[in-house]
């Protein structure tokens, strides 16, 4: 068969097939933030693809678009240049929890505070998956990992919180399953001014699930989408999750505010007009 795929011109074929583990939830999120982008109307000339290191962080590397894949938790700070330098460009950052969270955590919550205009996109599944399944910052209480092995008993970031409280213009949560609600906030988060934030709740089929007997990739992914309780506008601080506990997932915080660029801009010229 000589048919195309609608996705492939999105996509590097020559780097096909990718290389995540079956059961694995980033192959899902790449199709919806494709569909995301054909969904926007955003000029894919101008939109660029940043990552870090980790499973996530080859995304970049698999989208047929202008793209950077960075240093371990510095995918942000290098976004952030590129926001700066060219305004016209929409900027998204496509990482995992302990790229973007952990050695990255400083990063990203000083862009949200200056609303920098940019998307990320975070992967969370709740470890360092590529680096050899070691706790992090996401992990959740109780649960096992290569540097854990009786459990975790360190309190995990809730990243929804995390975002909107460092000032995100636009903050959701879905799971790896949630295939047209994910695709429509990767859209709408897309077509925003300013700092958005998406988290994916992802399945580990091979650090994360397999050391806690949870199954494979399809149960895990299944769960976290069966467990998952819709409350659009809730309050992200009241959105923690538990090891194999419900989820709230939905679209937390959507406003307006002036991104960083805009500002600086409308503060130079006020400057500029006083003095003469």
């Known amino acids: 068969m000589n048919e195309k795929h609608p996705m492939d011109y999105l996509l590097r074929e020559d780097r096909i097939p990718h290389i995540w583990c079956p059961g694995c939830g980033l192959g899902s999120s790449v199709s919806c933030f494709i ?12 939109v660029v693809v940043v990552s870090g290191i980790g499973c996530t962080g080859r995304v970049a590397g698999y989208i047929n678009l202008d793209s950077f894949h960075t240093t371990h938790g510095r995918a942000i700070p290098f976004a952030t240049g590129l926001a700066l330098a060219n305004p016209e460009l929409k900027v998204v950052v496509y990482s995992g ?47 096992k990992a290569t540097t854990s092995p009786y459990g975790n008993f360190e309190r995990p970031f809730n990243l929804v919180y995390l975002a909107a409280a460092s000032g995100a213009v636009y903050v959701a949560r879905w799971t790896a399953l949630h295939l047209r609600r994910l695709t429509k ?74 991104d960083y660029h805009t500002f600086l801009t409308e503060g130079l010229a006020k400057v500029v007009g006083e003095r003469k």
């Open 97 to 143: 929890d302990g790229d973007l969270i952990a050695i990255g955590g400083n990063h990203l919550i000083h862009a949200a505070r200056r609303n920098i205009n940019m998307t990320v996109i975070c992967v969370n599944n709740f470890l360092y998956g590529m680096t050899g399944g070691q706790v992090g910052p996401t992990t959740p209480l109780y649960a």
């Open 185 to 258: 906030s990767m859209t709408e988060a897309l077509q925003k001014k300013g700092f958005s934030f998406i988290e994916i709740i992802s399945p580990c089929p091979t650090s994360y699930a397999r050391r806690n007997r949870l199954g494979d990739g399809l149960d895990q992914m299944k769960f976290y989408h069966d467990n998952s309780i819709i409350r659009h506008g809730a309050d992200p601080k009241e959105a923690d999750i538990g090891f194999q506990t419900k989820i709230v997932v939905g679209k937390f915080i959507d406003v307006e505010r002036p």
């Open 35 to 46: 569909m995301a982008l054909e969904d926007s109307g955003l000029d894919l000339n101008k």
